[in-house]
């Protein structure tokens, strides 16, 4: 089953964020994100909507630090270097706002080859692709893992 | 939903590691493993006999490497310090078999505070419960997740 | 004793990394690198030549793959989360050139609130300082660390 | 340069762990701990009373948790799985009291191949050697690097 990523931060985002994970899970995607709060929230609980299955990869040491829309929470215990297994868990990754822990995921994804795709107004960094709305990132994102 | 994480090594215990996988996903735990052969293929592939659901906790930077029995696969990209986030994530742990990775997980897991329990014959480790059969070793674990 | 850690790729930078190596080592700073080639080794051979001590914090499970110049080497075993471990152990941090596991790096390093120096031409990214010369990049980097 | 990684804990191992440090330095081993306390200081004060080299891979995301005793601060921020590091940075091990955090690293140096001495009473594990002397300890450690 396909896994996309959606990576970000920014309560002004949840809603698109919320859009992404209801359409992917509609599309089959199951969703991954870092398990925590804002975006990350907002696309498990998109997905969860839609019938959707969603994993959590949380930066600490307890299950109870996830959102309540994960279905899978892993545990990793290594901070912010779980960064890097959030977008490599990704067949794809989908970018929804976002501070410097984006930017340091989506070089991550880039390093490793994912596709990345950027929700505008987002990071600008050469090798992602850009989307205007929450439907054309899906595309885009499941464009790329077929 | 209960996670248990599986841990071990050796062909010699596979059948053990399927028998538990199986006895887990009838009563609802998610198997979570290191995603990769022997015991954590074996465990998977227990629990998908029996209709459950499996994470596969990959070292390497590629889905590719899981058992064809993974549902979820988590791609770490950290090696051997995956074995930190497989313990992490079960609410309990199970050994069975194992060599010098299994010891580690099993020092990892007490370390957080995770009940382990070892299925005889295995690693004995003060702060262990140990479990003679499958079915003990699975009453052990689902018990101490209560 | 002050730590700086240089990241960057690219063997065309290598000079400006050598300089900036030279020029940390002769004011009394620790030089820290991802202890492999191009821009790390550079930097590395360059606090060499000035009397420094360095330190390589390495991706792969070996001491050998660190490049000649490196003092004293940490084997992480963690790939490219090792990348965190690099910028985290920085008073500061320089960027010279590089791809997208730079990139990566000054995501983390902004996310930790090291500060960032990246010499021209290099990654724009807000919330770093941006240097044209080696001789600058050093001396805005110590001054963060002040 | 020899490095040579001290795993360890509990206050009553200090008196050992300083008397290995001081023998390791006077040896010219760099000695490399997990940067803390109890056997981890006790072993990196020794090493600097003998004028020696310590470095220490602190799990946390600042340099402010180090001992008194460090040289060059390794930060990185990944809790427990910096253990991995602590042992694979070692040509050898030399394990010093400790509890499960302490077993792990064992099984983790094991896995790696690095050998590993337990000072006594410490942890009995298949395929590590045993000293009764912390001049025994050293002595092994040095022998299984050459």
Same mark, same amino acid.
């Not at 804002?38 to 839609?50: H, L, S, T, W």
């Not at 270097?81 to 930017?103: K, Q």
């Not at 490793?112 to 050469?126: C, S």
């Given at each position: 089953?396909?896994?996309?990523?959606?990576? #970000?931060?920014?309560?002004?985002?949840?809603?698109?964020?919320?859009?992404?994970?209801?359409?992917?899970?509609?599309?089959?995607? !199951?969703?991954? !994100? #870092?398990?925590?709060?804002?975006?990350?929230?907002?696309?498990?609980?998109?997905?969860?909507?839609?019938?959707?299955?969603?994993?959590?990869?949380?930066?600490?040491?307890?299950?109870?630090?996830?959102?309540?829309?994960?279905?899978?929470?892993?545990?990793? #215990?290594? #901070?912010?270097?779980?960064?890097?297994?959030?977008?490599?868990?990704?067949? +794809?990754?989908?970018?929804?706002?976002?501070?410097?822990? !984006?930017?340091?995921?989506?070089?991550?994804?880039?390093?490793?080859?994912?596709?990345?795709?950027?929700?505008?107004?987002?990071?600008?960094?050469?090798?992602?692709?850009? +989307?205007?709305?929450?439907?054309?990132?899906?595309?885009?994102?499941?464009?790329?893992?077929?």
């Amino acid at each position: 089953m396909v896994q996309v990523s959606v990576i #970000g931060s920014g309560s002004e985002h949840e809603q698109n964020a919320e859009e992404i994970g209801r359409l992917l899970a509609g599309r089959g995607a !199951t969703v991954v !994100t #870092g398990g925590l709060g804002e975006v990350m929230a907002a696309a498990a609980r998109g997905a969860k909507q839609a019938g959707g299955t969603t994993i959590g990869i949380l930066p600490g040491e307890s299950r109870s630090e996830a959102n309540e829309w994960i279905d899978h929470a892993v545990v990793t #215990g290594i #901070g912010h270097a779980r960064n890097l297994a959030v977008v490599a868990s990704g067949d +794809a990754v989908i970018a929804v706002g976002g501070r410097y822990g !984006t930017l340091a995921e989506i070089g991550l994804a880039l390093t490793l080859g994912r596709p990345v795709v950027v929700l505008e107004p987002g990071w600008q960094v050469d090798g992602t692709q850009h +989307a205007t709305t929450p439907a054309q990132a899906v595309e885009l994102a499941l464009d790329a893992c077929a």
